[in-house]
């Protein structure tokens, strides 16, 4: 075997190499770390477990926000005009979340349907409204 | 009066690109000697117009011209001095002008230091070509002299925006991505011509780690300010649009050791001139997913889905004709056949391994959008999976690094390699140990370790090779920073009282109390904190939040005490009546590092350019 065949072995395995470690990380990590994105009537309608972690979205309903008193908890409803599911959350809110304006959470269902959100998600523009938030509210009203 | 100068220029500037972009390639063509020397005036005709186009818009911005619709809706006359300058960027048509200026500003450069070259009008016509293009799509889809509706009054700026970070990163992250068109330019130019020799690699090179370096430094700023401005003490989020600048980073990376490949040893030059279009196709598709609203992100503003499009074809025409073109040459492109040397191969294969790091980041940057023009659904795709994906990358880089410099551009024995790094291997290894001793994470113990491993690989070699000696000394710098910090940094969310302290690590947080803050176009309360640290006095912090009065928006103002070894951070939350206010803390150590690792990168790059002028200025004496 000549060095010019040698070479371009190398080249292929190397090759090879690459793309199957690219290949596997890929389909490992894309398995567990892709995050669907739910609207209320969404999760009413199916049956999502408790450690099933994903984003809801949809609109901050008016008047809905409550505060404790003495912690950092906080809830808020969230609808899309058709459902609508009760979000608690412990921390500070976003500058530009707003009640009647989009908003996104992140986090999962507990047993009675209520979702506890690991994150609350701000956005740019104080306009803004996720595109499949903005559609699903186009639809339903 | 502005309106009609400024859309005349861009007018005039959109035939002078034209021509400037076709007349030399007929020139080169019919080898005729005119239409080919006629390259350089028009380009610097060109570069006159769009600099008088810019002019008179950033004077529109000065003046508050509210009859401009751009101006109207990203000024107003409150806004301070140093934005209304710098507001000429802050929304779609600005940056796009920017972008066409700096496209011609590099140009100049390009004019200016390789005045012999005698690709030059062959180059000068494919940079016209882009700006041809890219006119085009500013004047047919986001004129920014359009006129408003209307009177208006100004809609300020986003006070996102209102921050010095947002006065220097736009432009020099704009800067390195029209960069790469250069080097694409030179690439394509000597493709034509059909005659990819040293010379070629060298000036390709040279533009390339210039470009590279403005994209680092455009990178590290838009880090520095999100850590800055956003309030949550995060400084990279994996947000699409921040990965369309990391992509044309490092194929550029890989661009800038395979030219040196093909310079110094003639090999692989299909592979190098096939990166540099992938760079600029690169830079092209982060224009696109940043400026089209396609991508759900932080910073998407609602755009105009024929800009989108356009974007798009433009893309499409520009990259198939620069591989059409491509494909013609390869067969010409063979490289000599010489046995491999270890140099060799390990630039090869830090080439896979950065072209890898890149697909795994386009693809998942792309999934979203992938699956949204299917409709197969609304997914994002987040920080856990590009942190899980391209860690092994990085530690498989890190590892390949530490090696390059001791393998030789000639034929060598791996023994001899073993016989230079053991004892560097064994102390690396001793260092990973003590951190796993002090029952730090598994992930911070190899990648420290393998920092130090480039550390000392690279401690003799500041001599000889100062660019690859600073800039791989940056980058594990930067890895550094980036472990330490978030292996050992702190957060706390409370609720207080004036009055009341907190304490996160070593500190202890006192809130003294609250007053009325205001400034030009914005309203605002300020807290004010007592920063001390076994009862001794360290610094007064006072974060603020502020509502912006033209557009109702409300900003956190974060306050940082920054130090070599550690940030203090500190962020107001919501006020929740009687005197209360949740406060977001942060203790960061060590991540001031990884920015100083960036500037040290920088520093590589640029001590690099010396280097090699130096060395052709020997080769033209010698």
């Known amino acids: ?141 | 009066m502005i309106q009609l100068a400024g859309q005349l220029s861009l007018s005039f500037a959109l035939m002078l690109a034209l021509l400037q972009g076709l007349l030399p390639l007929w020139g080169s063509y019919r080898d005729n000697p005119y239409t080919l020397a006629a390259a350089r005036p028009f380009a610097l005709g060109q570069l006159a117009l769009v600099v008088i186009a810019y002019v008179l818009l950033t004077i529109a911005f000065l003046n508050s011209d509210f009859m401009i619709a751009y101006v109207a809706e990203n000024s107003h006359a409150s806004l301070p001095f140093m934005y209304r300058l710098t507001a000429v960027w802050g929304a779609h048509e600005g940056s796009i002008l920017l972008w066409i200026l700096l496209l011609n500003v590099w140009t100049l450069l390009f004019i200016l230091f390789e005045k012999q070259n005698s690709n030059l009008p062959l180059v000068l016509a494919i940079l016209g070509l882009i700006s041809f293009s890219f006119l085009c799509f500013l004047l047919l889809t986001s004129n920014p002299f359009a006129a408003a509706v209307g009177p208006q009054t100004g809609h300020d700026l986003n006070p996102l925006l209102q921050d010095p970070g947002f006065v220097i990163h736009p432009p020099m992250l704009y800067m390195g991505y029209v960069g790469f068109s250069v080097t694409f330019a030179i690439t394509l130019a000597a493709l034509i011509r059909g005659r990819l020799d040293a010379n070629w690699a060298n000036v390709a090179r040279q533009f390339a780690i210039a470009a590279w370096c403005f994209l680092t430094l455009g990178i590290m700023l838009g880090s520095w300010w999100a850590y800055r401005v956003l309030g949550w003490g995060g400084f990279w989020f994996w947000d699409p649009v921040e990965n369309a600048s990391l992509l044309p980073w490092l194929s550029g990376t890989a661009l800038i050791h395979t030219l040196a490949l093909t310079e110094k040893r003639g090999t692989a030059k299909a592979w190098s001139a096939l990166l540099a279009l992938i760079c600029f196709a690169l830079s092209l598709l982060g224009t696109f997913l940043v400026r089209s609203g396609v991508l759900i992100s932080a910073h998407t503003f609602a755009n105009d889905p024929k800009r989108g499009v356009f974007l798009l074809l433009l893309l499409a025409i520009l990259i198939c004709a620069a591989l059409f073109v491509y494909l013609i040459r390869l067969p010409q492109l063979s490289s000599p056949q010489k046995p491999f040397v270890p140099r060799e191969i390990i630039l090869l294969v830090n080439s896979i391994l950065l072209i890898v790091a890149m697909l795994t980041i386009l693809l998942g940057t792309l999934y979203p959008l992938i699956f949204d023009a299917l409709h197969l659904g609304a997914i994002s795709v987040g920080a856990p999976y590009f942190n899980l994906v391209m860690a092994p990358l990085v530690l498989l880089m890190m590892l390949v690094m530490g090696f390059a410099p001791f393998c030789a551009w000639q034929s060598q024995l791996v023994k001899r390699i073993w016989q230079l790094t053991w004892r560097k291997c064994c102390f690396c290894l001793l260092i990973m140990l003590i951190i796993w001793l002090q029952r730090m994470p598994f992930m911070t113990g190899i990648s420290i370790g393998l920092s130090v491993w480039i550390l000392v690989s690279v401690m003799s070699t500041f001599r000889i090779a100062p660019g690859m000696a600073f800039s791989h000394t940056g980058f594990a710098v930067f890895i550094i920073g980036i472990m330490l910090s978030s292996s050992l940094s702190t957060e706390k969310e409370v609720r207080l009282k004036p009055g009341q302290t907190t304490i996160i690590g070593p500190y202890q947080f006192l809130f003294i109390d609250t007053e009325g803050t205001s400034g030009s176009n914005f309203r605002g309360i300020r807290a004010n904190f007592e920063v001390t640290k076994h009862n001794r006095h360290i610094v007064n912090l006072s974060p603020e939040k502020r509502i912006y009065t033209v557009r109702h928006m409300v900003m956190t103002k974060v306050d940082i005490h920054p130090s070599i070894f550690r940030d203090l951070y500190i962020a107001l939350g919501e006020p929740y009546g009687q005197d209360d206010w949740s406060v977001r803390l942060y203790y960061k150590p060590f991540i001031r590092w990884i920015w100083a690792g960036g500037l040290l990168m920088i520093l590589g790059g640029i001590l690099g350019i010396i280097q090699n002028k130096k060395r052709e200025e020997q080769n033209i004496h010698a």
């Open chain 1, 1 to 141: 075997m000549n060095h010019i065949h040698k070479r371009r072995i190398y080249i292929i395995v190397l090759l090879a190499v690459g793309l199957g470690l690219a290949a596997g990380l890929i389909l490992y990590a894309l398995k567990q770390n892709i995050n669907v994105f739910v609207t209320p009537s969404q999760i009413l309608s199916s049956h999502l477990s408790p450690d099933y972690h994903f984003r809801l979205g949809g609109m901050v309903k008016k008047d809905s926000v409550i505060r404790d008193k003495k912690s950092l908890n906080v809830s808020f409803i969230v609808t899309d005009l058709k459902s609508e599911i009760t979000v608690f959350y412990t921390g500070g809110l976003p500058d530009l979340f707003r009640e009647g304006k989009g908003v996104v959470a992140e986090g999962h269902l507990d047993q009675q349907q209520h979702f506890i959100a690991t994150q609350v998600l701000a956005k740019h523009d104080e306009n803004y409204m996720p595109k499949n938030v903005a559609e699903m509210l186009k639809k339903n009203r």
